[in-house]
């Protein structure tokens, strides 16, 4: 079992920033990839950013390329999403994710995954 905890959500306003972190505990050995979903209010919830276990590989939804970077620590296990330029659109809930059996490329699209996170809200003010 693997455990993932996220925080650092909050409010902001428009053009503002944010970093998430999410804590990964167990059997992190088994992770290859890990990332970011989000879900707003009324709609389904959708990928955001996915990080392969060295870091090498990154890879993000169109909606956030060039204003969210995923990066990780792998001595403290912990995945970060740095959240700049934000927008109201960017009003979510986001769920950090983990499953052994994805990678970067393919985590937005293998369904279900495995283990989730709690959520953190992210509140985007205009």
């Known amino acids: 079992q693997v455990q993932l905890v996220e925080s650092g959500g909050g409010l902001v306003q428009a053009g503002g920033s944010l970093r998430l972190s999410c804590a990964a505990s167990g059997r992190t050995f088994s992770i290859n990839a890990m990332g970011w979903f989000r879900q707003a209010p009324g709609k389904e919830r959708e990928f955001v950013a996915a990080i392969s276990w060295s870091g090498g590989s990154k890879h993000y939804a169109d909606s956030v390329k060039g204003r969210f970077t995923i990066s990780r620590d792998n001595a403290k296990n912990t995945v970060y999403l740095q959240m700049n330029s934000l927008k109201p659109e960017d009003t979510a809930v986001y769920y950090c994710?983990?499953?052994?059996?994805?990678?970067?490329?393919?985590?937005?699209?293998?369904?279900?995954?495995?283990?989730w996170g709690q959520g953190t809200q992210v509140t985007v003010s205009s």
């Open positions: 994710a983990a499953d052994p059996r994805a990678t970067a490329q393919t985590m937005g699209t293998l369904n279900p995954l495995w283990y």
